[in-house]
Nanobody, 119 residues
């Protein structure tokens, strides 16, 4: 069974920096990608950033140039480095892992971590 545990959320002021971490526990046969979505109150969940097993990255336009995603393949951990945070970045951030384990192609989700950016 796959579990994702996120950490690093909190309350910061606009312009500050925050780094989220997400550690996956379990045996992965083949990793396709890990990444982060976010969901603000009253809005749909949206992709923030992703990174593949070959370290190819993808970013939503609204975070390009401010956020950076990275991973530690040995620890199955993904990070989201968030710089120059804005109040509109306030949301619950969810990490995900997409890959093969237990014989199936699956997606696992973390429980979410709250990021609040005050103006």
């Amino acid at each position: 069974q796959m579990h994702l545990v996120e950490s690093g959320g909190g309350l910061v002021q606009a312009g500050e920096t925050l780094t989220l971490s997400c550690a996956a526990s379990g045996i992965i046969f083949r990793l396709n990608a890990m990444g982060w979505y976010r969901q603000a109150p009253g809005k749909q969940r949206e992709l923030v950033a992703s990174i593949t097993s070959t370290d190819s990255t993808n970013y939503a336009d609204f975070v390009k140039g401010r956020f950076a995603i990275s991973r530690d393949s040995a620890e199955n951990t993904v990070y989201l480095h968030m710089n120059r945070l804005k109040p509109e970045d306030t949301a619950v951030y969810y990490c995900y892992l997409h890959g093969w384990w237990s014989g199936f192609l699956r997606t696992a989700w973390g429980q979410g971590t709250m990021v609040t950016v005050s103006s």
